[in-house]
């Protein structure tokens, strides 16, 4: 056959024109125009591009067979005889059929930008069909999207949408919430209860299907061949002719596609073998259990959990517990072990399992000749090397099941950056036979042993020598300690090692060997010295939201109206820039980057390039009409490298071709030479090092803060060092630009929070004016703050790139493109000295931030100014001195990122109100508590303190939240628990919004009333999934008067509303929404001059058709200019902000002080936003960003290669640049009971219906986790006989906490313990 069958959607697809290395993502996306499937990472770690895939299988039950899977990473022709259901398939807005998974989810908030939700409505999808006709339990749910990312919600409200299915709902205990304002995840789902006993619509399987015959396929393509044999001899002939790199096999794609994608590697032939019969068996006999080598992991799954007696040997268990945490549902519906076997991934999770079990390979001859044994230790030959012939495939996997009167035990373990689908640091297989040596003391002797590891070598290794000297030896701690001793000697890792952590990787190897030592123990009814150790079951995920009543006046604003495009979402229908159809003519375009930091470009050879078919042009500098140098902010940027690239990433030139796939090739074949300049500067230190800054110290001063230190009983000082945060935004970057020869016009669809900036540049860039350049943003996928001014040196590129060659250019960053160049939040290092008396009242506080700018400016100034102005947090300090100083590095350029510094400067300021109690030996909470400001008190830049609530914040929610009595509980738990230590803390949060720069505060908007009474409102912000539109439209109806219905917002655009500030600092609702309100108020006056008497109650639709034949002007500007705001000015000490938006969270979590691993056991805040516009997106908004700031303070790691540590890197390069690299919260971190209220009886007569912004301020309260896990840190340490406060630099990664907690294990690795905890990472 050399076509392909299935169906999309119900309705059928025959094709006999494809290429094979064609994804499926691609073809939905791009030839059957399905857009709703997105493409977030392109290598199957963020789910925006899952789909359904259903198949007969037929058998008794007549089974059909619904798995979801990454589109991004399946073959097309994968897909052959198989259904294939998009979010598209499930229902339309449009059509009012919504399936009850997307209504449910845009129902309760689950969507805030959209841009993951069709991934999201598919995985909720798939967990409802993959049981047929069962409902899912809670715990099915709570498992359900391991292989999906949000960047906005936090995930609570997804969940809470998708428990509405749960079977078990009603039988969990719950406590009905108390109040009519309070809503917990269990009164919302029980709501849906009733409805859940109507069937779940499934999408009908086409029943042409039930009778497809597979049958050989040969698809022929440009550059490869696909072929799917449908026999083993079949296979083996096909290999045989085309041996070696001539063909490569291919099951479930997940590896091959990432090598093909990211390493460029290209084979001409790829062989399916997912129809081999052979390969899909498992089986047990007397002696082994058998693994087909075809067996996906999910069916291995359910396969072992059937095998699960006591027959053998623990395997079964063993291997069930490294899946309970392997990649993602969606990667193991299609992912092989066989595949996993030959990847011979060094981090591989699951051989050192089958290596500890004695597994041994089947390898079949290409020629049908012979059959190859061998063990698996011995297959693995080094970095993804094995000892398999060209001609050799492998069929399956023999597990021995030993019968012995010996006692045996076989475990395994795995730790890793985030528990839901990351690849282990470290995992290892432990198995051992003991024999009774002495019964009366009840003693066991080793009689066998095999330790092997992922993660410690190039490849999976065995511990053989170790292994050896233990047999004979007994079963004591004794026994373990000196394992430790041999293993560590036996695994030295060296400092070349990828991925580095080399202390880190060889604690846990201890670490679980002691897990494995006590879990035997326990097995042979030996006291052990904690249980807790042996297991932790997380329990399911709950939530509540408090919400004050909505001021009665009020119809709309106030209302928890949901997210206007949630619908929109939930069904794919919402449009991002890349979902845009294509314009006829339309050109795509690659950037040429540098590959090298601080190098002169010597010379640039597009030959090869051009030669690839479909190459246009090649654009740099040279083709600039107008200025290369930008202005502004970025006035030392230029849009294209004349001569010095700064940094790996700097844009050269771009490439563009007539296809998107012909421009990435070309792009990676232009050649440039490089002259490599010094010093190279990457660190902050390198910067301090050699005096590399933008401008002079900063400096904001308050009283006499040397007198302070003198007069003081005590005084601290230390270094605290704060990594930056990958914005991670779900959709990349993107853009189109237009040209066109009508009057010089250009039109730009962006994805950006800038679009009057953009236009402004876009004309000085092509020497136009700015009235010539229209921008347009519909909505955006996740911004936060990266799509401000590092939005705007590819739309340059790109806008010079179509007006050279006059044809539409569109541009999609792909996700390692997108981090490697964008920038981040600035990396700080903070030194402090603070004054204290005896009874912890601050007397005096002298801080010193750097920060890492990068190579160009950019934002990194007002960063830093934003930083110091927020560093005394909630506390009066009487004398304070902030000097800041930006540094100038050889790295993509820094920006913006929610909080803006702010959260940085809090760390610090936390850091040292817990550095004063520790040093006092008092509770933190009493030192914020006293040190904290008062109504009318004065901050250190001069501004007054009025409504200010964060007193009542604390006491009404250290009452609300128990905090004290949880204190003692706390302690409690950690005096009867060794290995597991809980810490609970209370951190408030004061944010300023508003103010400073006085030209930022001014907005516009723009309405009109239609004769039909429909209404479009514009106005000068973007829709960056902050609810901001929904919120604008409630503020229209409310003066209007008319139905929310009625009123659209279609888009931002730059001919609408002109001269707009970046959509940004939490004040875009302030500021529109008054620019709004003014519009409308002028439209309602002019209609209410129509209303006499006789016609009070004229409805909405005739008072319009009214206005418009009495010739009333049906369309208003408003404008909006915050008054009684100044520019600041830090040589005078002087600033001030609009407001605070403030709050507080109480956050308890639970640390496993062996690996790093920890939990959120529950999180409460309390936030002050006033009087909200809409209690729900607040919520959403709260939890949101609370959940960012857990990624920033906790987990987020940016990793580059520089001089002195990370040697495993290319100096300058971005190590942590894709999803499988970095890693931001998921679904498995969210808090287990997360509480949000919002303050009642707040008033804030400085904005728009007495509301606050909210977007930023909650992300700072992340910190909260941050200074719990340090308390649990401390427990252990005491419990170690270390008293002394310790630093803590951020993020807590699993990594730094193991190491935080020094105990025997990380002394054997590192004897002097200071040596611990040094600033390792990148800052
Ligand atoms: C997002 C993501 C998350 C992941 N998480 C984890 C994780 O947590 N832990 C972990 O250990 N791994 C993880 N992996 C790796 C994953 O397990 C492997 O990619 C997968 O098991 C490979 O199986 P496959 O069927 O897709 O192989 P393919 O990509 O189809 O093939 C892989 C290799 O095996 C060869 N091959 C396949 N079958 C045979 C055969 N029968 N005989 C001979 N050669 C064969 C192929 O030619 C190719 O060289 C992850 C991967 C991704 C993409
Ligand atoms: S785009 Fe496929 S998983 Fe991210
Ligand atoms: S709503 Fe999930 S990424 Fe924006």
Same mark, same amino acid.
């Given at each position: ?80 005889? @198989? ?61 359900? &999207? ?28 719950? =406590? ?28 009908? &399987? ?17 550059? *490869? ?72 992991? $999910? ?29 993602? $549902? ?93 690849? %282990? ?28 590891? !992922? !993660? ?26 000196? $394992? ?38 326990? =097995? ?47 069904? %794919? ?8 159809? &294509? ?22 050879? *597009? ?30 940027? =230029? ?9 790996? !990433? ?124 229209? @921008? ?254 929904? /919120? ?14 009625? *009123? ?56 319009? /058709? ?117 890693? *931001? ?99």
């Amino acid at each position: 056959m050399n076509c392909l069958s299935f169906y999309v959607n119900g309705k059928e697809i025959i094709d006999g024109n494809i290429e094979p290395e064609w994804t499926l993502l691609w073809y939905l996306r791009n030839k059957l125009r399905l857009t709703g499937s997105k493409l977030g990472c392109g290598e199957g770690g963020c789910g925006a591009c899952t789909v359904l895939i259903s198949r007969y299988i037929g058998g008794e039950s007549d089974e059909i067979e619904h798995r979801t899977i990454n589109a991004c990473l399946a073959p097309l022709c994968s897909v052959d005889g @198989c259904h294939v259901i998009t979010v598209e398939g499930l229902g339309s807005a449009d059509k009012s059929n919504l399936h009850k998974a997307q209504t449910r989810l845009a129902e309760l908030s689950g969507s805030q930008c959209g841009f993951c939700t069709p991934g999201m409505v598919m995985s909720l999808y798939g967990t409802l069909t993959s049981k047929n006709d069962l409902l899912p339990t809670m715990q099915d749910i709570e498992e359900a &999207f391991d292989g999906n990312l949000c960047r906005c919600t936090g995930y609570r409200p997804i969940l809470d949408a998708a428990k509405t299915f749960a079977s078990d709902i009603d039988k969990i205990h719950y =406590e009905k919430s108390s109040s009519s304002t309070t809503s917990t995840t269990m009164d919302k789902c029980l709501s849906y209860v009733q409805k859940n006993s109507l069937k779940i619509d499934q999408v009908e &399987f086409p029943s042409k299907l039930r009778n497809y015959i597979p049958q050989s396929i040969h698809i022929k393509g440009s550059s *490869i061949d696909w072929y799917r044999p449908i026999s083993l001899n079949e296979l083996l002939h096909l290999r045989h002719t085309y041996p070696g790199d001539q063909s490569k096999l291919v099951f479930g794609n997940t590896t091959v596609q990432i090598e093909r994608k990211f390493q460029q590697i290209n084979y001409p032939r790829l062989i399916a073998i997912t129809h081999i019969k052979e390969l899909q068996e498992i089986k047990r006999t007397k002696d082994s259990i058998y693994l087909g080598a075809g067996v996906t992991f $999910t069916r291995l799954k359910a396969k072992l959990i059937e095998l699960n007696d006591n027959n053998n040997n623990g395997f079964c268990q063993a291997l069930l517990d490294q899946l309970k945490h392997f990649a993602s $549902t969606q990667i193991r519906n299609v992912a092989s072990l066989g595949g996993n076997i030959i990847a011979a991934s060094p981090i591989s999770d699951i051989n050192p399992v089958l290596v500890a079990a004695d597994a041994t390979l089947e390898l079949h001859r290409a020629d049908n000749t012979k059959v190859r044994h061998i063990s698996l230790c011995d297959f693995f030959l080094g970095d993804r090397r094995v000892s398999m012939a060209d001609y050799e495939i492998l069929v399956g996997i023999h597990i021995p099941l030993v019968k012995s009167s010996n006692k045996y035990f076989l475990r395994s373990y795995k730790q890793a950056s985030r528990r839901d689908d990351s690849k %282990g640091i470290v995992s290892a297989g432990f198995k051992v036979q003991l024999e009774q040596s002495n019964l009366v003391n009840d003693q066991w002797k080793i009689v066998s042993a095999c330790f092997s590891f !992922g !993660g410690m070598a190039s490849k999976t290794i065995q511990a053989i020598n170790t292994q050896q000297q233990l047999i004979g030896l007994s079963w004591t701690k004794e026994t373990i300690n000196k $394992t430790c001793e041999l293993l560590l000697k036996e695994m030295p890792l060296d400092e070349l090692s990828l991925g580095g952590q080399l202390e880190y990787r060889r604690t846990l190897v201890q670490s679980f060997l002691f897990k494995f030592y006590s879990y035997v123990c326990n =097995e042979l009814h030996q006291p052990l010295i904690d249980s807790s150790i042996l297991s932790y079951h997380r329990p399911i995920s709950h939530g509540q939201q408090t919400i004050p009543e909505q001021p009665q006046s009020q119809k709309f604003v106030g209302s928890s109206l949901p997210h206007r495009s949630a619908y929109l979402h939930t069904t %794919g229908e919402a449009i991002y820039v890349d979902d845009m159809s &294509f314009l006829f003519n339309t050109l795509h375009a690659a950037l040429v980057l540098s590959t090298k930091p601080n190098a002169r470009i010597k010379h640039i050879d *597009i030959d090869d390039a051009s030669k690839v078919p479909g190459f246009v042009s090649f654009v740099n500098y040279l083709d600039v009409p107008g200025s290369n140098k930008t202005n502004g902010i970025l006035s030392d940027e =230029e849009v294209f490298v004349s001569s010095v690239a700064l940094c790996i !990433g700097a844009i050269i030139g771009v490439v563009v071709c007539e296809t998107e796939h012909a421009a990435q090739i070309a792009s990676n074949l232009i050649k440039i030479d490089y002259e490599l300049l010094s010093p190279t500067i990457l660190t902050i230190e390198d910067a301090i090092n050699h005096q590399s800054y933008f401008g002079d110290e900063i400096c904001l001063q308050k009283g006499d803060v040397e007198k302070s230190f003198v007069d003081a009983e005590h005084t601290l000082e230390d270094t605290i060092y704060i990594g930056g945060q990958e914005h991670f935004y779900m959709e990349t970057h993107s853009c189109i630009v237009i040209p066109s020869h009508d009057d010089k016009e250009i039109t730009l669809y962006l994805g950006t929070q800038s679009a009057s900036a953009i236009q402004e540049l876009t004309a000085l860039v092509l020497g136009r004016d700015v009235s010539h350049i229209t @921008c347009h943003v519909k909505r955006v996928g996740g911004a936060f703050g990266g799509k401000e001014s590092r939005s705007f040196p590819y739309c340059l590129a790109i806008a010079v790139a179509a007006v050279k060659i006059n044809r539409p250019v569109r541009l999609n960053l792909e996700r390692h493109v997108d981090i490697s160049i964008t920038g981040h939040r600035h990396p700080y290092k903070i030194k402090y000295k603070v004054a204290f008396t005896n009874e912890g009242h601050f007397l005096g506080l002298d801080i010193q931030m750097w920060n890492n700018g990068g190579c160009t400016l950019d934002a990194s100034r007002a960063v830093m100014e934003l930083s110091m102005l927020h560093v005394g947090n909630t506390y009066q300090f009487p004398n304070i001195k902030i000097r800041g100083r930006v540094c100038k590095t050889h790295i993509p350029s820094n920006t913006a990122f929610r909080g803006f510094g702010g959260p940085q400067a809090m760390l610090a300021c936390e850091t040292v109100v817990e550095h004063v109690a520790a040093y006092l030996k008092r509770d933190s909470f009493t030192i914020r508590r006293l040190n904290l400001f008062k109504e009318g008190d004065t901050t250190h830049y001069g501004q007054i303190l009025e409504l200010w609530n964060v007193p009542r914040i604390l006491d009404e929610l250290s009452k609300s939240s128990d905090f004290i009595q949880r204190q003692t509980n706390v302690d409690e738990f950690n005096h009867q628990n060794t290995y597991r230590k809980r810490g609970i803390s209370l951190i408030p949060v004061k944010f300023g919004i508003g103010g400073l720069f006085k030209c930022f505060n001014q907005a516009g908007a723009l309405v009109h009333i239609y004769t039909d009474g429909s209404v479009i409102v514009t106005h000068g912000g973007v829709e960056v999934g902050q609810g901001l539109h929904t /919120k604008m439209i409630s503020i229209a109806a409310e003066v209007l008067g008319c139905s929310i219905d009625k *009123i659209r917002i279609s888009e931002t655009a730059t001919d609408k509303v002109p001269n707009m500030s970046a959509t940004g600092g939490s004040v875009s609702s302030d500021l529109n929404g008054m620019a709004v309100k003014h519009a409308c108020e002028q439209l309602r006056q002019r209609l209410d001059t129509l209303i006499v008497d006789n016609n009070v109650n004229i409805s909405w639709e005739d008072l319009v /058709k009214q206005a418009y034949l009495t010739r009333l002007d049906l369309c208003a500007r408003g404008f909006y200019a915050t008054p009684n705001i100044f520019d600041y000015d830090f040589t005078k000490n002087q600033a001030a902000y609009n407001y605070f938006t403030q709050g507080a969270a109480v956050t308890e979590v639970e640390l496993d002080v062996l690996t790093g691993d920890w939990h959120l056991l529950r999180v409460d805040i309390l936030m002050d936003v006033g009087s909200s516009l809409n209690p729900q997106i607040d919520v959403g908004q709260i939890e949101g960003s609370f959940m960012q700031g857990i990624g920033l303070y906790t987990m987020e790691e940016l990793i580059w290669g520089d001089h002195t540590q990370n040697k495993w890197i290319q100096p300058g390069q971005l190590y942590t640049c894709g999803v499988d690299t970095y890693k *931001i919260p998921s679904f498995n971190d969210v808090p287990i009971d997360f509480r949000v209220s919002l303050l009642s009886d707040s008033l804030n007569p400085r904005a728009i219906y007495s509301s606050k912004g909210i977007g930023e301020p909650p992300l700072l309260l992340g910190s909260s986790a941050f200074f719990a896990l340090k308390q649990a840190c401390m427990a252990y340490r005491e419990q170690q006989g270390l008293s002394d406060y310790f630093t803590l630099h951020s993020p807590a990664t699993v990594e730094r906490l193991r190491m935080a907690c020094t105990d025997e294990f990380t002394r054997r690795v590192c004897p002097d313990e200071y040596e611990t905890l040094p600033p390792r990472g990148s800052y």
